[in-house]
């Protein structure tokens, strides 16, 4: 990572478990002593609608939101939010997306498709791309909503913080009852980006 401040911008739906992802990643970097500003923009209140979250990070930072074309690393937990939010991204920006799509109202009604080859139109654009199948392998171990787990796990692998602290503080937040499943998903998700 650069030195100064470290720009990431987490874009998702409702439901997609952005907010808790970005609270995790706050605490963690916290725990790691960076200081670390966060801002939050929820859409529709409800399942489906786009939320996003400003996360900063660094020796000092000032502000939390993140100007168009200043995002270091788009972690995207939804195919069509990875290309809505890739503007905002530096050239030479990263991103990590989920191989996940979910249909917005417009496509439901039928008055739209859902594009096509996103991931190809992104790679397309921006050499440092990672595709995890977030959705896929939490679905695989049984409950789709270790996704976000999945994904805190590649995102993990990009930043030079130790493992343990990125576990304690997502199991910290957790029932008891789901942390070994979550531990194998943190696990697969750093897997998904050792194999790319």
Do not use: C
Not at 24 to 30: A, H, L, N, Q, R
């Amino acid at each position: 990572m650069k030195k100064g401040t470290t720009n990431v911008l987490v874009a998702g739906v409702g439901g997609q478990g952005v907010i808790l992802a970005s609270d995790i990643m706050s605490e963690v970097f916290m725990e790691a002593g960076y200081d670390v500003k966060k801002s939050e923009i929820h859409g529709m209140a409800m399942r489906g609608g786009i939320v996003t979250s400003h996360f900063r990070f660094g020796k000092k930072v000032y502000s939390p939101l993140i100007k168009e074309g200043e995002v270091d690393i788009l972690f995207a937990f939804e195919q069509l939010e990875g290309l809505r939010w890739i503007n905002h991204l530096r050239p030479k920006g990263k991103i990590i997306m989920n191989d996940n799509k979910v249909n917005p109202p417009v496509v439901n009604l039928g008055d739209m498709e859902y594009p096509k080859g996103i991931p190809e139109t992104i790679k397309g654009k921006f050499k440092d791309f990672y595709l995890v199948k977030g959705t896929e392998i939490a679905l695989q171990m049984g409950d789709a909503r270790a996704a976000n787990v999945v994904l805190l796990g590649a995102m993990s692998m990009f930043f030079e913080i130790k493992e343990d602290l990125w576990l304690k503080t997502i199991l910290g937040v957790l029932p008891p009852k789901v942390h070994d499943l979550n531990r194998k998903a943190f696990a697969a998700g750093r897997e998904q980006v050792q194999l790319a």
